[in-house]
Structures are given as structure tokens and as C-alpha cells.
């Protein structure tokens, strides 16, 4: 069964940093006042607005209608991503030449809620992952060792 809790942890951090930028940038433009406005910081904080809707209209479309692909591959390693939020990146190695290797993102919390034990490096792994956003909705451990 699909575990979509990671697609909606990304999109809640999303939102939640396009809400408490736009509120903090807005109180220290002072965007009320007439005669103290800041409005190199206010068009600032508009343009961040803008650019933050419209990096969000994909990813809701993907909550909205999560197109699903499936990955197959040994993993390798991890890196814990900076610009996923608390997503890490997981990378697998795939042994048709045609794939090759493949950067997929998952929350910590919900790794262990799909695979208590973690990735086993030199284990091959069925991945199911959302394509617009390389979440990983399902993992299921495949017993062949290279």
C-alpha cells in the first residue's frame, strides 16, 4: 500500500515557509505605514510570493494526482539534502545501463514507518516513487543480493 505521508510532510513545509516568510517580510516592510514603508523589501517579498506559487501549482498537482513509477536497484548511499527540507536523498544503482543511478527523496520518520531496519547497502530494493517530485511513496525489499 502507498504511503503518501512523505509528498504531504514536503508540501506542509512548503507552504509553512511561504507563509512565515510572507508574514515576516510584509511586518518588516511595515507595509501599512505610507511613510515608512519599505518598498524595496515589499516588492521583494512579493516576487518570493510568486515564485514560491508557482514552484508549489507542480507539487500540488502531484498531491492532487501523484503520477507513480517504479524504480529497481541496489542502494548505495544517502545524503541528507539541505533543499528538501527534512527529506534525505537516497541513491540506488540500477543494473540496466539505461537507468543508471537514481537520486529518490524520503523523510526520516516515514523511512522507518515503510522499512523499520533501513536500506541495507548491496541489497536490491523495488522503489515506487512519485515522478514530478522523486518522493518515495513505497519500498518493498527485494532478497537478491549482487
Request: hydrophobic residues 40%; glycine residues 4%.
Amino acid at each position: 500500500m502507498y504511503n503518501f505521508n512523505g509528498l504531504y510532510s514536503y508540501v506542509t513545509n512548503q507552504l509553512l515557509l511561504l507563509f512565515f516568510v510572507a508574514i515576516i517580510g510584509l511586518i518588516v516592510s511595515r507595509f501599512w505605514n505610507s511613510e515608512k514603508r519599505n518598498k524595496k523589501l515589499l516588492l521583494l517579498v512579493c516576487v518570493f510570493i510568486v515564485v514560491q506559487i508557482i514552484h508549489l501549482v507542480p507539487i500540488a498537482e502531484a498531491v492532487k494526482e501523484p503520477q507513480l513509477e517504479i524504480f529497481e536497484g541496489e542502494y548505495i548511499r544517502f545524503h541528507n539534502s539541505d533543499d528538501r527540507g527534512a527529506a534525505t536523498e537516497y541513491v540506488f544503482d540500477s543494473d540496466t545501463d539505461s537507468d543508471g543511478e537514481k537520486s529518490l527523496y524520503l523523510d526520516t520518520k516515514i523511512r522507518k514507518e515503510m522499512l523499520p531496519e533501513g536500506f541495507l547497502e548491496g541489497i536490491r530494493y523495488r522503489v515506487h516513487y512519485e515522478r514530478n517530485t522523486d518522493i518515495i511513496v513505497q519500498i518493498e525489499k527485494l532478497d537478491i543480493e549482487k
